[in-house]
């Protein structure tokens, strides 16, 4: 026996450095969604750093130049470009990068506390329904069930009729629909932990009931909880756009890329690159945020691949 | 009995999983032979690749990463290995044939028992539509389920879990099969349930002649079913012998152990025991004999070359090169 | 069986008794809709006339009871903007987002599924690749930028197909084509997955044990196993397509609810607000009835209830 662990051992034994190589290799992470999501953030963070010029600065005698980085190889000799402006400018002349830039931001800023709410208020109405079971489980599910099937529009336009349009109206809408996905999963979840013995052997020990799910439900669940927010950030995002694109949120003018993109809408053919841009990366970041959410849901909860 | 021509054959049989990190033997070399009406035990760990065995035979490798990659399957001297799909099918179902791991989950939800039952029938009967009923009302009562005339018209969740694995029987047995492979058939019942199926099973090998091959690791259900053993670790038989033999002298130290780890009610074991470390990774096998790192008696051979079979008794051999 | 429908029932009711509600409260809770209505420069007599006239002076409870026996009798009153009784103009939009929400539903239906479904039994095919490309980039494109795209390349560009407005069969195409796109990207989606599950079950397996053609074990077996799971969803997909249909119908300038809707926010139109929220729920929850009632019909667990 003692024989044959030493053979294995020194047959196999990596150094720290090849080990953590080969443990992220293992991890097999999707490079290009990291790198996307990398950017996505870094921009939201640093924007100011990133461009000097001011999303909101209307420029009259700017307007309409085409992206230089595709007008200096494919534009005619009428084209209007300036390398100052790399992806050109809007009808008012504000710069195309810099408001692409900005939106980053304000996409991950509802998005992050849309989120984050949702998440808050879904989780704890999870596990309330969950853990008592009965009619609370019944009234929270029930609600859920409304909230998930029902239309997001209607819910934003309800709350549009409510408060007016605004940022905070469309966190509101997000979070009245996400909430509901986190409080399905969780709850199921919960379902199931509830009926394991530690969970039984705490009850028996006369552990009250939020002690029981603060210190021995609530950690069986983070990796539920880190999937599906990861599956749940690019529907959000797309969430937010769509609301924006209606005008149901932000002031026209301000750096959204739904905005920018209703914008474009309708000089569609002189100013193509108006809708183009922003759309284009929606599509990208909601992408990469999709395919990242499956990596994770894949590495962290192979039980949830089919959900 | 020895004179007989074995009813199936298996010989050197190879089915390999092509995976990401490499090639997995699930079964690699598998031979034994079964004789009509004789009932052979497959035992081993899970992952020892029984149950892949039972599929390679059935011609059911879950494709396209299993292949069985060679080797043969001589049922009545033909070799299914050579059969094209169709030709399986007609097989499938009438000469061989399987029954699965779970009755909960055996037989279709959305369908009932009378259904299925019936569109096994339909299959190998040339007697179109009529009649049919009345055969699966027969096979029914023939696996004793209590007024099979409405029973028929259930569906699977208004069955208990023993019932539906005898409806699972009588589809198996419905095509009146030579050879019939049960893959854990019994693992998911309790006591009882599971001491009366058995009982059915053995009824019916005695009323058709059935030859059965038992999947299990469970050495009870073995001694009481089971005429010969095979032992499997590592997608190879290791240990080949009478049932009898098997347990009075069992030869190769993975049986060895196997045995000590069924806690036995007549002694009196301060302890359990478990057989020390995992199975071998099948796409990670050492070059010597894949029981070494876990074998308490093993030596520089068994880390270089894999044991040859040693008769160790009549009809009783095993792969082990502390026999010689 | 009849307790369930029963049950589905009640709670169709009790989903739209809560959309209701927050119409109502909406409108009379939190804005003050005489306010809305007069604007900030209105005298303080008028203020309390246009009040009384409205009712608004009563108690909450009465408003409401009178606010549900509107509702009861579709009358939502007269748009302000429109002149006219928000239920005619409703009964007039809603035939337009009607086909247009059929049209996209029946592509999500007719192409989504069978992809699928063939997506998973030729798994690791070129087809499989290619129905997941597809899902993967439906679910992530906003409709709203397909659309403005679709308009530029086919309009503008090409100048295949109408961009605008209601009309012939040619009309459907795109905007169809860009609310049913997410629709069927996500049955693909849950079609292959569900599929592919039921292919490993247990009795598909035993299913091919038995020797039964690949053809039955397909068409009879897995087939209506993988599509319950699909009939639910198909429910949550017209929540989805009541969702984009706002989007698309502002793109394509077609004159169904969603448009209205939208139109009613923007000028505080809430006659028209109450009216148009009230049809897309009513719409919304019958389907996901008729889909539930669907649902038990086809798995045999719930009809034997």
Redesign the interface.
Known sequence: MAAVTSVTTTATRPGWLRQMRTKTRRLKLPWIPVAIVSTLVICAIFAEVLTSVDPREINMLEARMSPAVISEFFGGADANYSWSHPLGTDVMGRDMLSRLIYGARTSVLISLVALSFGMVVGTTLGLIAGYRGKWVDALVMRFADAALGFPTILVAMIIVVLLGAGMLNIVLAVMLTVWARFARMIRGDVLAIRELDFVTQAKIAGVSAHMIIARHIFPNIVNTLLVITSLQIGQVILLEASLSFLGLGLPPGEAAWGIMVAEGRTVIVDVWWLSLLPGLAITIVVLAFNFFGDWMRDTMDPKLRRA | MAKQAPVLEVQDLRTYFYTRTGVVKAVDGVSFSLMPGETLGIVGESGSGKSMTALSIMGLVPKPAGKTVGGKVLLDGEDLLQKSNSEMRQIRGRKICMILQDPMTSLNPVYTVGNQLIETLRMREDARGHGLKERAIDLLSKVKIASPETRIGNYPHQMSGGMRQRVVGAIAISGSPKVLIADEATTSLDATIQYQYLQLLRELQKDTGLSIIFITHDFGIVAKMCDRVAVMYAGKMVEFAPVRDLFNKPSHPYTEALMRSVPNVDEEVDKLYAIEGQPPALDKLPVGCPFAPRCPYVFDRCLHEYPTSVTVGENHHAHCWKLI | MQRYILFRGI?AL??LW??SL??FL??HL??DPAQYLLGSEAGRTEYEQLKKNLGLDRPLYIQYIDFMGDVVRADFGKSHILGRSAREVLMERFPATLQLASAAFLIALVVGIPLGIVSAVK??TPIDMFAKFFA??G????????A??L??LFG?ILGWLPTFGRGGLDHFVLPSFVLGWAAMAGMVRLGR?SML?VLD???V??????????R?VIF??AL??AI?PLLTFS??TL??L??GS??VE??FAWPGI?RL??QG??TRD?PI?QAT?LA??LF?ILT?LLVDILYAY????IR?E
């Open positions: 709670q009790f989903t809560i959309l927050a119409i909406s409108v939190t804005g798994r690791d993967v980039l679910i992530a494109t906003p409709g709203f930028w397909i403005i795209m308009i530029l503008a997955s599950e079950s247990e009795y397996k035993f299913a091919r044990v038995k020797g039964l053609s690949e039955l009879k077996h209506k196993n319950i429910g949550l929540a989805g009541l969702n706002v989007a502002v793109v969603g809707m939208l926010i923007q809430f607000v929220v897309a729920g919304y996901a086809v798995n045999p667990k034997y």
